[in-house]
């Protein structure tokens, strides 16, 4: 038995005109541009809503690339679900928030890559940083709820305090510090995004300072990193527990990199409802509950606090996506993660030249 | 907590709604949902910013005339104050 899910992530397209190097989508992202149309969106809205769904996370990719976004708003404000657009704000106009608002936009997330325009920039390969500064103070003047979230890694790590300054500045309520998880582009690029210990220890203290200091005028979140913990990260709250995810072609997923994982049965909005994928899907009952974890997790007195930590990244460690994630202390294959972790600082201070997104174009899909 | 004359508000980014599917009434907040008691759930539908924090247990303690008045008021004030807290209520003076 499976309770409700709390949200629906949907992942409206991969396309994106930015080219940031700690993407976590496919890397073979061009390979999924059979999207779901207007209609069956709608119906998914529909049915995540009647499911017990309570917020939609409009994602990507881009999700401004679709110019249904409007009616997509409309149909998940019509169905009750609260709103919220995840974006890199790329060319958004005064008038587009506005028919966004219009349409029942509750929330945006604005993404910035940097505290300022030339390392943001560079980061996300096009002129953008300025642009989303704007957005973000037209999304607080139209009445909208306003997040920025930043994606930290060793490149920007130091600059932390000038980005809490940043948000600090349009009038954010929220701020998502997220530490780069390594999947997709991020994990290519694992070596040159990966903190040391040091750059990380001082931008936590800085993080946290920000959240004592802002309580009560800005959420400041920060999303812990991987690897340099001593506990997993109760990745996406459990399997199948909280959250379900609709990727661009309509495959219903437990969390958004798990069409990474081999063997997995997928299933289809275009075939099933989504309600009944959520209860029956096999995929989604494969690593739901207890049942599927190692002794190492179901002897463990965290198995429902953490969940087993991450599928994805036991799979992309360890070859078993069922093994318990290798960043937990307990983990037989700790040593792994161990190995990865920089306990020195770099030499460099502003390491290397241009790092872009992974772009592998492997061929058609039949999903 | 403040003055029993202010006007709460829900904020526009607080929704109050009934969830169906776990019986229970909430605040859907960005990333957040608040559950609340039915208690929670009278008081919250009243912050209307037109009734102060005062009209609000008025109308309250008439409707639970079982209820000792001063329960009502610290109940009301607590809550209210916790959503202030959070940014879920705002506050205009009277």
Redesign the interface.
């Known amino acids: 038995m499976s309770d ?1 899910p ?1 949200a629906l992530l949907a992942e409206l397209t991969y396309r994106c005109p930015l080219r940031c190097a700690y993407c976590s989508n496919p890397t073979d992202w061009r390979d999924y541009g059979d999207e779901l149309d207007t209609a069956v969106w709608s119906r998914v809205l529909r049915e995540a809503a009647e ?2 769904a ?2 939609v996370h409009f994602s990507g990719g881009e999700p401004l690339l679709r110019d249904d976004l409007e009616s997509l708003v409309r149909a998940a404000r019509d169905a ?1 679900l ?1 709103t ?1 657009l995840i974006t890199s704000a790329w060319r958004v106009t005064r008038e587009r928030l506005a028919a966004l608002a219009d349409a029942g936009l ?2 945006v ?1 604005v993404s910035v890559q940097d505290s300022d325009a030339a390392h943001a920039d560079a980061l996300a390969g096009t002129a953008v940083h300025a642009h989303k500064l704007e957005a973000a103070r037209e999304v607080k003047a139209l ?3 306003l ?1 920025v979230n930043a994606v930290l890694h060793q490149r920007n790590l130091a600059r932390v305090g000038e980005i809490i300054a940043l948000a600090e500045s349009v009038g954010a ?2 701020l998502e510090l997220a530490n780069t998880q390594w999947h997709g582009s991020a994990l290519a690029h694992r070596d040159a995004l990966m903190p040391d210990r040091e750059t990380l220890a001082r931008a936590q203290a800085v993080a946290l300072a920000a959240r004592a200091r802002l309580r ?2 800005m ?1 400041v979140i920060w999303v812990i990193p991987d690897w340099y913990e001593d506990a997993p990260r109760p990745c996406m709250d459990g399997w199948g527990r909280r959250f379900v995810t609709v990727i661009p072609t309509g495959v219903v997923l437990p969390c958004p990199g798990a069409h990474g994982l081999p063997g997995m049965v997928f299933d289809s909005v275009r075939d099933r409802p989504l309600g009944d994928i959520w209860r029956e899907g096999a995929d989604f009952q494969r690593y739901r509950g207890t049942g599927w974890m190692s002794p190492t997790c179901a002897g463990c007195e965290r198995r429902d606090v953490d969940f087993g930590g991450c599928r994805c990244q036991a799979f992309a460690l360890t070859g078993d996506a069922a093994r318990t994630d290798p960043s937990c202390p307990k983990s037989p294959d700790h040593r792994l993660v161990r190995d990865l972790r920089r306990e020195r600082p770099a030499t460099a201070t502003e390491p290397g030249g241009p790092l872009y997104r992974i772009d592998i174009r492997r061929g058609p899909r039949a999903s | 907590m403040s003055d029993d004359a202010c006007r709460p508000t829900l904020a526009r980014r607080a929704r109050l709604r009934w969830d169906a599917a776990r019986a229970q009434h909430v605040v859907v907040v960005p990333e957040g949902v608040l559950a609340l008691s039915a208690e929670g759930a009278e008081v919250a539908a009243l912050l209307d910013g037109r009734r102060s924090v005062a009209a609000v247990i008025d109308a309250l303690a008439e409707a639970h005339p079982e209820a000792p008045r001063e329960v009502i008021g610290d109940d009301v004030r607590d809550f209210v104050g916790r959503l202030v807290a959070r940014g879920y209520v705002t506050l205009e003076a009277p």
């Open positions: 409700p709390v499911l017990g309570l917020h009750g609260y919220n509750d929330h997330q009445g909208m709820a997040s309520e929220r009560g005028t959420d």
